[in-house]
């Protein structure tokens, strides 16, 4: 379908793609003010490019419903690996990884139980036009699933910093890490420089502190680091969720995106689509849906490209 100006839009059939103001936003929102075209034009940018199945997303985080429709086809499995024979068949230390990693509670099953992971997934690369549920960004990559927070939203460096490994080393190009702590870590930094290095591109939230304090990794040199914008495209502060957060800012700041009341996917149903969230760690995923696109388009660019490509064009 076109549109004024001539700019090609393609515009997604989802059922609940209207509650998505963060893709399309046309003012109409009911939960909080909104703004005409406070989104990020993913209408005008599908005409473009939807994904590529080679483009291997990680993502850090709580886990998934791994049997969730929306993720049909797209989870990425360890071809190296044979499952179910209770061997280490590619000799990486870890029994039967066919579909991740739960370096929470050391298991080979990366099944979100709390809920952030799914829908931070669903962002990047839900099954789009589909005329069910919600469109990611992405609609072809793979999503390699890598549990990094326990059922208590909490995790360790150390669950991160493998994480990391474990998705530089199986051929991840981009890394969401919806998470953070407040202490700087040589091993975290050392992960971050090994995923840089091995040109995977690497996008984390500032957190939600409502103040100018770094987080690790978002405060790490050559990530890319999410704030978050409300409906009406300001930052947002506070969340809905709580009076005093609101999304972190400061000098390592590399980009801000939407990430209040992101509706999506929930961990324990296939056909509820009325929860949302908010915070840095529902921005980040739409950015690193955007790097998956611009890794689909040129598979050469590299993380720092991809970086400025975005800061200059946002």
């Known amino acids: 379908q076109g549109s004024g100006g001539g700019m090609l839009e393609i515009i997604p059939n989802d059922q609940h793609y209207a509650k998505q103001w963060s893709l399309n936003n046309n003012g109409s929102f009911p939960l909080t003010p909104s703004v005409v075209g406070a989104d990020i034009e993913m209408q005008e940018a599908w005409s473009i490019e939807q994904g590529d199945s080679n483009i291997i997303v990680c993502i850090i985080d709580s886990g998934l419903k791994l049997d969730h429709p929306a993720f049909a086809g797209r989870i990425w499995t360890n071809k190296d690996e044979i499952p179910g024979n209770g061997i280490d068949d590619d000799n990486n230390d870890l029994i039967d990884d066919v579909k991740g990693w739960d370096f929470a509670y050391e298991d080979n099953d990366p099944t979100d139980d709390y ?10 690369a839900a099954n789009g036009n589909n005329s069910k549920g919600y469109a990611g960004v992405d609609w072809n990559c793979k999503l390699m699933i890598l549990k990094g927070i326990d059922n208590a939203n909490y995790g360790y460096y150390s669950w991160w ?3 990391i490994y474990y998705a530089v080393d199986h051929g991840a190009k981009v890394i969401n890490m919806s998470l953070g702590g407040n202490g700087a870590s040589t091993g975290l930094n050392n992960a971050v ?3 840089l290095q091995h040109d995977v591109t690497v996008v984390v939230c500032m957190m939600n502190t409502n103040t100018d304090a770094p987080y690790y990794p978002a405060a790490v040199p050559g990530v890319i ?8 495209d300001t930052r947002t502060h506070p969340f809905f969720w709580g009076t005093t957060s ?3 800012f400061g000098s390592h700041i590399s980009v801000v995106a939407p990430g209040n009341y992101i509706y999506g996917l929930h961990y324990q149903s296939n056909t509820n689509y009325n929860s949302y969230w908010g915070g840095t760690s529902q921005a980040a995923p739409h950015v690193a ?3 998956a696109l611009l890794l689909a388009q040129d598979p050469s660019r590299s993380p720092a490209l991809i970086k400025s490509i975005i800061e200059d064009t946002a």
């Not at 809920?115 to 990047?124: A, C, D, K, L, S």
Request: net charge neutral.
């Open 225 to 232: 680091a999410v704030g978050a914008t409300n409906p009406n």
């Open 115 to 124: 809920g952030h992971g799914t829908n931070v997934t669903g962002i990047i």
């Open 193 to 195: 420089i090994y995923a």
């Open 161 to 163: 910093i493998a994480s």
């Open 246 to 248: 609101g999304s972190n």
């Open 289 to 291: 849906g955007l790097c």
